[in-house]
């Protein structure tokens, strides 16, 4: 596709149950971020892969929280032990390289109950 | 830390109507300032991207200024139309290449 695709649109889990958030990113795009967003706020950030590593993960709010980019493009947000406060959108963005423009997927809407 | 700030958090004009949008921004040290426009229930579509060496940046009936110094940069919309009605987010990029977000201007254009 020719945008950044996030599967799946909704989720609704259990407190306590584990998560996977996938993100296709555009191709060719080594950037790619996490950002999580609360209702009536913006974005925040989580997690910035370049390429296949890494390069910020300061954002991620405590250890349930994990995201891998093993070949550098589709990207998987983890969460373990999923609490209520963790309901919220999480959204994924690529993009060519630093200081060029960021495209946004629809976002994974996340529903702990 | 990066704070970004949007005033105001909420705007109700009549169609046709000019209007401004404002995002101030803490740390002058910024590469870039981006606009996004956020439908209910949706992802970010990007508007404008201003580099830190350009003041401005238009895109049909947008025009955004950027005064990098005194950390301001408004997001100008005109002839306003009710499918304009949106929430705006700016958001600036500092060493790191991590996006700072504003919390938004949601924005009304009443037929």
């Known amino acids: 596709g020719a945008g950044v695709s996030q599967t799946p649109s909704n989720k609704v889990t259990e407190k306590g149950k584990y998560v996977e958030l996938r993100c296709d990113p555009i191709s060719g795009h080594t950037a790619l971020y996490w950002y999580r967003q609360s209702l009536g706020q913006g974005p925040e950030f989580l997690i910035y892969f370049q390429g296949t590593g890494a390069a910020d993960d300061s954002g991620l709010p405590n250890d349930r929280f994990f995201a891998v980019r093993p070949e550098g493009s589709v990207s998987t947000l983890k969460i373990q032990r999923t609490e209520r406060g963790d309901s919220a959108v999480y959204l994924c963005a690529s993009r060519v390289d630093m200081n060029t423009e960021a495209f946004f997927g629809q976002g994974t809407r996340l529903t702990v109950v | 830390k990066q704070e970004v700030t949007q005033i105001p958090a909420a705007l109700s004009v009549p169609e046709g109507e000019n209007l401004v949008l404002n995002c101030s921004f803490t740390d002058s040290a910024i590469y870039n300032l981006q606009w996004f426009r956020q439908d209910p229930g949706k992802g970010l579509t990007s508007l404008l991207l201003?580099?830190?060496?350009?003041r401005e940046q238009t895109s049909g009936r947008l025009n955004a200024s950027l005064d990098k110094s005194s950390g301001r940069s408004t997001l100008y919309i005109a002839a306003s139309q009710p499918g304009d009605s949106a929430t705006y987010l700016c958001a600036v990029e500092t060493s790191g290449s991590r996006l700072t977000f504003g919390e938004g201007t949601q924005l009304t254009v009443n037929p």
């Open positions: 201003i580099q830190s060496s350009q």
